[in-house]
């Protein structure tokens, strides 16, 4: 049987370089985000390379659309073998922690948590009864660790880490793996990457942060996932310690 990875997030970055790693593994992708023209870029330089490629826009924000969504998917590779979410908002919108408010949150929670947990309910059940699969994340290191002036939505992504944690626990049992990437670094190729050297260049504070290649970052993904040894990394190794 073929295998198959359905992508939720697959923008610039993590997202766009896990699909590559996953096609290059012999998986068939299904590539999902927003907006159509990049999708059906990447489609097209995967299914140039001999990897099977679909596209199927969504707003990952509409938790109420993933019983369709997951119709969409299906129609195509059936149930697939592995999830990654990894999808952001539009705005994180970080700020101080005084500053929270329950609106911030209430605004960022369906794309952080809502979907993932309807994601989880339309595909987890086939991964179960076939007695394998896996599901991945990658998100911001500020999920495991809060930092100054860094909260709003990683609040959420705390949550969804606790919830990742418990879900590995459960499955693994069953043959369902569970990996989240925490990544405390600019990834190149990424929107924030560009405002980032922009800021700098015009010599406006910026914090020191290390700089990630997206590839690498999809290549520890695999390596969790095929090597079943730890449910969580963090990038760059060491980050949090202290």
Do not use: C
């Not at 766009?16 to 096609?23: E, F, I, S």
């Not at 509409?62 to 705005?91: E, H, M, Q, S």
């Not at 809060?146 to 990742?164: D, E, V």
């Amino acid at each position: 049987m073929t295998k198959s990875i359905a992508v939720f997030g697959t923008g610039p970055g993590v997202g766009q370089a896990v699909a590559r790693r996953y096609g290059k593994e012999g998986y068939d992708v299904v590539l999902v985000a927003r907006r159509q023209g990049p999708l059906d870029e990447l489609a097209r330089e995967l299914s140039a390379g001999g990897v099977t490629a679909h596209v199927v826009t969504a707003d990952l924000d509409r938790t109420d659309t993933v019983p369709a969504l997951a119709r969409r998917i299906r129609a195509r590779v059936g149930d697939p073998t592995a999830l990654y979410y990894g999808p952001a908002p539009t705005d994180p919108a970080f700020l101080p922690a005084a500053d929270l408010t329950p609106e911030v949150l209430r605004d960022r929670l369906p794309i952080t948590l809502y979907t993932l947990l309807a994601l989880v309910g339309e595909f987890l059940p086939a991964m179960v009864e076939r007695g394998d699969g896996a599901l991945l994340s990658a998100q911001g290191a500020a999920a495991v660790q809060g930092r100054p002036y860094m909260s709003g939505w990683p609040t959420i992504l705390a949550a969804q880490r606790n919830y990742l944690q418990s879900l590995a626990a459960e499955v693994a049992g069953k043959g369902v793996y569970v990996g989240a990437l925490y990544i405390g670094a600019r990834i190149l190729g990424t929107p924030f990457e560009a405002d980032y050297r922009r800021r700098q260049a015009q010599g406006e504070p910026v914090p020191e942060m290390a700089a990630a290649d997206p590839a690498e970052l999809a290549g520890i993904l695999w390596d969790m996932h095929a090597g079943r040894d730890r449910h969580e990394a963090v990038f760059p190794a060491g980050l949090l310690d202290g």
